[in-house]
């Protein structure tokens, strides 16, 4: 019933910005927790930030604190990844992710905690 769909990767050089959109279904988005994950090459899906129901909480990867940012537009049904000051270790393929239900937890850092996925847009960043 939730289909979240990405938008906004690219090319960008070191130390420029991009910012992600995920659009989301459902009549109850505002209630919905949303999460980015990305993953490169070889490498396992990690997570990046998330943000929980009504935008009231935020919690971010240590690699990326203080450079990106998670935001949400619940009229719009969309959460977003605004990217500053990128480099070229966050070249990777970035996931949307949705959680519906509801559990009082603050945030979610797995992607266990998620159930629905997007299918992800290439970010890469050159030096």
């Known amino acids: 019933q939730v289909q979240p769909v990405e938008s906004g990767g690219g090319l960008v050089q070191a130390g420029g910005s991009l910012r992600l959109s995920c659009a989301a279904s459902?009549?109850?988005?505002?209630?919905?927790?949303m999460g980015w994950f990305r993953q490169a090459p070889g490498k396992e899906r990690e997570f990046v930030a998330t943000?929980?129901?009504?935008?009231?909480?935020?919690y971010y990867a240590d690699s990326v604190k203080g450079r990106f940012t998670i935001s949400r537009d619940n009229a719009k049904n969309t959460v977003y990844l605004q990217m500053n000051s990128l480099k070229p270790e966050d070249t990777a393929v970035y996931y949307c992710?949705?959680?519906?239900?509801?559990?009082?937890?603050?945030?979610?850092?797995?992607?266990?905690?998620?159930?629905?996925w997007g299918q992800g847009t290439q970010v890469t960043i050159s030096s």
């Open positions: 459902g009549r109850t988005f505002s209630t919905y927790s």
């Open positions: 992710a949705v959680r519906t239900y509801y559990s009082g937890s603050s945030y979610y850092t797995h992607p266990e905690d998620y159930n629905y």
């Open positions: 943000l929980n129901w009504r935008g009231g909480n935020t």
